[in-house]
């Protein structure tokens, strides 16, 4: 019998299981085309929110800034947040724009360790200092022992009209440890006599336990105007 070998080999020639890893394991990337299924490449579900580590799982990227909510405060006396989630988030970034309320009125906080079914207010519950600019002076305030936080020091009282309020940012640093959780803060601001302030402050909860929800009010009781929106971010976990 003559045996006739083959000078070319094609898919049609080849049966099933024929092919083993083993003989393709130095295959170059370079002879690759199309799109590879992520499931292939590693471990762990591929998302828009996570990367390819080196040792080929998927992981959320740390240090991002996730929206959770956003909301315009309505004609009410208080807003709250309590959608924290420390299986997620290290730390929480609030930013404020354009938030007013009743005039004569003081921006203020106050934190919640039960998932806001109550908040802190006792007499020494809060520590807070800022230093603030008023046109061409400067000047500083705080308490060591307070009800609550109050970032806009020296009679710092808003305006209910579009032209005034607060504009600015707060961070608050690891609420889900059982420490004191501290806050940094950077405001501007007119005031009800159309004075602009600009404010720098930190301060904390002064009993160490951990932070689950967080609810902003105005000193007198008084309700924020319907305009101007707070949003409330997730800083991703490292």
Not at 159 to 167: A, F, N, P, R, S
Not at 212 to 230: E, H, K, M, P, W
């Amino acid at each position: 019998q003559l045996a006739m070998a083959l000078s070319k080999i094609t898919t049609e020639s080849l049966l099933d299981g024929e092919v083993t890893d083993a003989k393709i394991s130095a295959l170059a990337a370079s002879k690759l085309s199309g799109t590879i299924a992520t499931a292939r490449l590693g471990s762990g579900t591929a998302s828009s929110s996570t990367f390819l580590r080196g040792d080929q799982t998927y992981a959320a990227a740390g240090g991002g800034l996730t929206l959770i909510t956003s909301t315009t405060p309505s004609a009410a006396a208080t807003v709250s947040f309590t959608a924290f989630d420390s299986s997620s988030y290290d730390s929480y970034f609030f930013t404020f724009e354009n938030v007013a309320g009743a005039d004569g009125q003081r921006f203020q906080w106050q934190t919640s360790t039960d998932g806001g079914s109550s908040y802190d207010g006792g007499a020494s519950d809060y520590d807070h200092a800022s230093t603030f600019t008023v046109t061409s002076s400067n000047g500083t305030g705080g308490d060591l022992a307070d009800t609550h936080i109050d970032p806009l020091v020296g009679n710092a009282d808003l305006g209910g009209l579009t032209t005034e309020g607060i504009t600015g940012s707060m961070r608050m640093f690891s609420p889900d440890l059982a420490l004191n959780t501290r806050m940094t803060w950077q405001f501007v601001m007119f005031e009800t006599n159309g004075v602009m302030k600009t404010v720098y402050g930190g301060g904390q909860r002064a009993a160490a336990s951990n932070v689950d929800a967080i609810r902003f009010s105005l000193s007198g009781g008084g309700n924020f105007v319907a305009q101007g929106r707070i949003n409330f971010y997730g800083i991703t976990n490292s």
